[in-house]
């Protein structure tokens, strides 16, 4: 039976691939913090069947720790401070978080099982003000966020280890994917969460940024087969994972009001306190390396993807509402 050590795996991503992994055979093995509370949401219902060790990216001894306990075949390194916008009043937390740990988990990995296969969560938001369009594997980086940056940095050391020291280690450079499971403040939960409260009358209006950004959004569901299939290839190698179509954050806007028959008119406001310090006017990538090499294939298509995120807020906020309700005629 294969191991696996997940870190970030009460994310979305985490929860997902540990889901798969499972599937598969696996004895999935993931890492929390000693001293935190995690939010075991996403994998309540297989929380059971998670190995737990414990570990803190910014703790090379506790990684050691890790990595010794779980004797993985693979590891995922999932974990990261993974929000764009909180990374330019935390660059330093995003930093050591998203950068240095990097090197904290190659380095644990290297020293205790250095045969361990290892993927690195890239992002798209590294080539940042583009170069080219779509963006490859061979594309220029231009990180334009703190958070870029840092995931530049990751890249680039996975890169090296590879190289300096012959480990099976490669980067996914992910593009946006998206599910229910993804936190409420990333742009496309914050529609989906706010088109339920306002069709469920719990909220009148929904504060946006920037509208005409234009992205390349998955299903998250989707791209974690691709971080395995690349764990299972014969050479390490860093593949661009996306749909290839982009569109914008009022199509996004269009699809997700119209799905509840609502007018996205009606009821978004531009906010300027929403725009970011230095944006990123367009993602769009080239999967075609994944697609022939990995045989890695889509399932879920961008209106289905967010049809599914406003059906899941839908059922969950009348949940809510209706809990919140009996609490108060109980009281």
Known sequence: MKKALITGVTGQDGSYLAEFLLGQGYQVYGMRRRTSTPNYENVEHIKHRINWVSGDLTDLASLIE???VSDPDEVYNLAAQSFVAASW???LATGHLTAISVTNMLEAVRIVKPTARFYQASSS??????????????????????????KVYGHWITVNYRESFGMFACSGILFNHESPRRG????????????????LGLQK?????????????????????????????????DFVISTGEMHTVRELLEVAFSHVGLDYRDYVVVDPEFQR????????GDCTKAKEKLGWTLEVGFEQLVKMMVDEDLKRVRHEAAYLHAMSANA
Do not use: H
Request: aromatic share 10%; glycine share 6%; no cysteine.
């Open 89 to 91: 009043p935390q660059p």
């Open 277 to 284: 310090p230095a944006e990123v006017d367009l993602l769009l």
């Open 66 to 68: 890790a990595v010794r």
């Open 184 to 199: 409420v403040e990333f742009v496309t939960r914050k529609v989906s969460d706010g088109v339920a409260r306002i069709k």
């Open 205 to 237: 209006e929904l504060r946006m940024g920037n509208l005409d950004a234009l992205r390349d959004w998955g299903f998250a569901g989707d791209y974690i087969k691709a971080m395995w299939l690349m764990l299972q290839q014969d050479e390490p190698d």
């Open 125 to 150: 938001e590294m080539f940042g003000k583009v170069i080219e369009t779509p963006q490859k594997e061979t594309t220029p980086f231009y990180p334009r966020s703190p958070y870029g940056v840092a």
